[in-house]
């Protein structure tokens, strides 16, 4: 392990670690949790990121290095939790060259009291010539979202080689544009994925069948408003950044085959039992296949900029530690997996950080092994220890640990949570037996959206206190999981006080992971 460790001495991370030791802030550790994670949000709001990405000189548009002409011939689309937001930014910074624009946003976005948009910087102008439409209630696709795709495919598909065309696009836009290829239903359509889903398919199966069967992801809005200019400016929320991924990729050319999706309808054993409009749509590969031996000049008229991220998101968390004396370390932006294999990851790390002594070969031969089961690369997971080992032993002060994704929670009851609560209750449960604070660690998860399933609350923090807490108010830790019930746990638990509530961010770069880690 040592000589693993050895690698990293000279990382650039190390040089400003011994630089000097944090003094750290009088706030509590609640407290500065909440602020690491209020900063990471900050950071991916959605005027904010197009501001950082769209430059205005004089009569042309600066994105990504490329110049592109304004002459009144800009038109937006957009779908997406953010993209209302990003439409109110894009709209001041080249809202003279504006002609025409439609973007669909969720259900009662604008109307929510929780929501961030009662702030006027996060709205449209008044009179402005942006269509806006609300649909997808509950995040799924609807008949206001399809009117809204329609709408969106019409107005591209009247574009000429003069126009310039700005996609926005963030989280949830894949609902927000359904369009399914006649004679095919948005019914049929999610019961085909639905129960696609229901047999254990991944996203990528689910997203090769979803491609088949629309009109606009896949390259498909691209190819609509060819031969225009086509910019997308991206917020994304997942893993990685996969282009073809994102709003299942509606400026990214399908490279899916027919029999990729025959492949994976035959898998799960739905091939006999499509709807008769599904087979129709299969069985003619050209009406739904995108791709075309001119597939070469379109691409070059078409650019995908990822202008906010996770990796973003931590960055700027990383800063705001800094600010209140906590050393970042940021880990991965890529956490998946179950959220118990996750938990008992961040639980080693805390041991590992805040042992006395030097950390059993155990715990190190552990991690090593968990790491890549939760989507952390081995690589990134030595460098972390190695911080965390020498910050340790040389007394370098606290760190601020984080790290992004999503994990993943088995379904066992029917209780309320997320991802973000039960995975907290997990840690939790990990730490248990370390100090409490201001000496132990202090764990917070939260989703970037501010919404953690079906609940008000983000996530949670939590720390070694959690089950000799719920003990001493009578809270049966196991009965929550079980039920995977952890917003009534935490609603519960001290009256609610370790809940993450920030309302509605009409932002999504996934989850935020902060593990404070005070000084030994």
Same mark, same amino acid.
């Given at each position: 392990?040592?000589?693993?460790?050895?690698?990293?001495?000279?990382?650039?991370?190390?040089?400003?670690?011994?630089?000097?030791?944090?003094?750290?802030?009088?706030?509590?550790?609640?407290?500065?949790?909440?602020?690491?994670?209020?900063?990471?949000?900050?950071?991916?709001?959605?005027?904010?990121?197009?501001?950082?990405?769209?430059?205005?000189?004089?009569?042309?548009?600066?994105?990504?290095?490329?110049?592109?002409?304004?002459?009144?011939?800009?038109?937006?689309?957009?779908?997406?939790?953010?993209?209302?937001?990003?439409?109110?930014?894009?709209?001041?910074?080249?809202?003279?060259?504006?002609?025409?624009?439609?973007?669909?946003?969720?259900?009662?976005?604008?109307?929510?009291?929780?929501?961030?948009?009662?702030?006027?910087?996060?709205?449209?102008?008044?009179?402005?010539?942006?269509?806006?439409?609300?649909?997808?209630?509950?995040?799924?696709?609807?008949?206001?979202?399809?009117?809204?795709?329609?709408?969106?495919?019409? @107005?591209?598909?009247?574009?000429?080689?003069?126009?310039?065309?700005?996609?926005?696009?963030?989280?949830?836009?894949?609902?927000?544009?359904?369009?399914?290829?006649?004679?095919?239903?948005?019914?049929?359509?999610?019961?085909?994925?639905?129960?696609?889903?229901?047999?254990?398919?991944?996203?990528?199966?689910?997203?090769?069948?979803?491609?088949?069967?629309?009109?606009?992801?896949?390259?498909?809005?691209?190819?609509?408003?060819?031969?225009?200019?086509?910019?997308?400016?991206?917020?994304?929320?997942?893993?990685?950044?996969?282009?073809?991924?994102?709003?299942?990729?509606?400026?990214?050319?399908?490279?899916?085959?027919?029999?990729?999706?025959?492949?994976?309808?035959?898998?799960?054993?739905?091939?006999?039992?499509?709807?008769?409009?599904?087979?129709?749509?299969?069985?003619?590969?050209?009406?739904?296949?995108?791709?075309?031996?001119?597939?070469?000049?379109?691409?070059?008229?078409?650019?995908?900029?990822?202008?906010?991220?996770?990796?973003?998101?931590?960055?700027?968390?990383?800063?705001?530690?800094?600010?209140?004396?906590?050393?970042?370390?940021?880990?991965?932006?890529?956490?998946?997996?179950?959220?118990?294999?996750?938990?008992?990851?961040?639980?080693?790390?805390?041991?590992?950080?805040?042992?006395?002594?030097?950390?059993?070969?155990?715990?190190?031969?552990?991690?090593?092994?968990?790491?890549?089961?939760?989507?952390?690369?081995?690589?990134?997971?030595?460098?972390?220890?190695?911080?965390?080992?020498?910050?340790?032993?040389?007394?370098w002060g606290a760190t601020c640990l984080l790290a992004g994704g999503e994990p993943t929670v088995k379904l066992t009851g029917k209780g309320r949570g997320g991802r973000n609560q039960e995975l907290a209750l997990q840690v939790g449960l990990e730490l248990r037996g370390l100090e409490p604070p201001p000496i132990g660690p202090?764990?917070?998860?939260?989703?970037?959206?501010?919404?953690?399933?079906?609940?008000?609350?983000?996530?949670?923090?939590?720390?070694?206190?959690?089950?000799?807490?719920?003990?001493?108010?009578?809270?049966?830790?196991?009965?929550?999981?079980?039920?995977?019930?952890?917003?009534?746990?935490?609603?519960?638990?001290?009256?609610?006080?370790?809940?993450?509530?920030?309302?509605?961010?009409?932002?999504?770069?996934?989850?935020?992971?902060?593990? @404070?880690?005070?000084?030994?």
């Open positions: 392990m040592a000589r693993v460790f050895s690698l990293f001495s000279s990382h650039p991370l190390l040089t400003f670690v011994r630089r000097r030791k944090p003094t750290l802030c009088k706030m509590s550790m609640d407290s500065r949790a909440r602020k690491v994670f209020a900063a990471a949000v900050e950071a991916v709001q959605p005027d904010t990121v197009v501001r950082h990405s769209v430059e205005r000189k004089e009569d042309s548009a600066i994105i990504d290095g490329h110049k592109f002409p304004l002459k009144h011939n800009l038109h937006i689309v957009g779908f997406g939790k953010a993209v209302l937001g990003m439409a109110a930014e894009t709209e001041r910074i080249l809202g003279d060259h504006l002609v025409k624009g439609v973007i669909s946003v969720p259900h009662m976005i604008k109307h929510n009291k929780n929501s961030h948009f009662h702030h006027s910087h996060l709205l449209l102008k008044d009179n402005n010539c942006i269509k806006v439409i609300e649909g997808a209630k509950h995040n799924l696709p609807d008949a206001n979202a399809q009117m809204a795709a329609e709408k969106i495919k019409h @107005l591209a598909s009247e574009l000429t080689e003069k126009d310039l065309l700005l996609v926005l696009i963030s989280g949830g836009g894949s609902a927000l544009l359904p369009a399914p290829i006649p004679p095919i239903s948005l019914q049929e359509k999610l019961d085909v994925t639905r129960r696609l889903a229901a047999a254990g398919a991944t996203i990528q199966q689910l997203n090769t069948v979803r491609l088949a069967l629309s009109l606009l992801k896949g390259g498909g809005l691209a190819q609509y408003a060819h031969p225009a200019q086509v910019v997308a400016l991206i917020l994304s929320d997942v893993i990685g950044d996969p282009l073809d991924l994102i709003a299942s990729g509606p400026t990214v050319q399908n490279e899916v085959g027919p029999e990729d999706v025959l492949l994976v309808l035959e898998q799960y054993k739905l091939l006999n039992s499509l709807p008769s409009s599904v087979k129709d749509v299969l069985g003619r590969p050209g009406t739904w296949c995108k791709v075309s031996e001119d597939e070469t000049d379109k691409a070059e008229h078409v650019l995908n900029v990822v202008i906010g991220s996770n990796s973003v998101a931590l960055k700027h968390a990383g800063l705001c530690a800094r600010e209140l004396g906590f050393r970042p370390v940021i880990l991965s932006p890529g956490v998946c997996g179950d959220v118990r294999l996750v938990s008992r990851l961040y639980g080693l790390l805390a041991r590992f950080a805040c042992s006395r002594e030097e950390p059993s070969p155990d715990i190190s031969a552990e991690l090593l092994r968990l790491g890549p089961e939760v989507g952390v690369q081995t690589w990134d997971l030595c460098r972390t220890m190695q911080v965390l080992g020498e910050g340790r032993t040389e007394g202090v764990f917070l998860s939260g989703g970037t959206d501010g919404q953690d399933g079906p609940t008000e609350a983000a996530g949670a923090i939590t720390d070694a206190r959690l089950y000799e807490e719920a003990q001493a108010q009578g809270l049966d830790v196991d009965h929550f999981l079980i039920n995977n019930d952890s917003y009534t746990f935490f609603s519960q638990l001290s009256a609610g006080q370790h809940l993450v509530v920030p309302g509605l961010t009409c932002t999504n770069v996934m989850d935020v992971h902060v593990l @404070l880690l005070p000084s030994i």
